[in-house]
């Protein structure tokens, strides 16, 4: 069985606070997932990664479901508008495209995936 490989990447956008959304994902798997601080606007932030968006708190066969997008749109400061790009693939049997939007208001999604 192959493994799916997954990338992810999110525009420079403004949370709330920072640190409350620092904090809220100390149990996220965020695997090899980073998030990069704005140097001159601390609540400013973008997401990226050599991993898929993360969706899972806990650690090895012990976890449980977490809804980062959610997650995102409760913390996303007003008027801030994110986009975050995933793409991946399986031995190229399949490749997977698909970007959210997300405001403090909706998501958005749009999946460009070939299988």
């Avoid at 809220?24 to 140097?39: A, F, K, Q």
Wanted: charged share 35%.
């Amino acid at each position: 069985m192959a493994d799916y490989i997954g990338m992810c990447r999110s525009t420079w956008f403004r949370v709330k606070d920072y640190d409350k959304f620092m904090e809220g994902l100390e149990d996220v798997l965020m695997e090899d997932v980073g998030i990069d601080r704005n140097e001159r606007d601390e609540n400013k932030i973008t997401i990226y990664g050599y991993s898929p968006i993360p969706h899972n708190i806990g650690n090895g066969e012990d976890y449980e479901e977490f809804e980062f997008l959610e997650y995102i749109q409760k913390h996303i400061a007003e008027g801030e508008k994110v986009r975050i790009t995933e793409i991946g693939y399986e031995k190229l049997r399949y490749l997977t495209a698909v970007a959210y939007d997300i405001t403090s208001n909706e998501i958005k999604t749009v999946d460009a995936s070939v299988y």
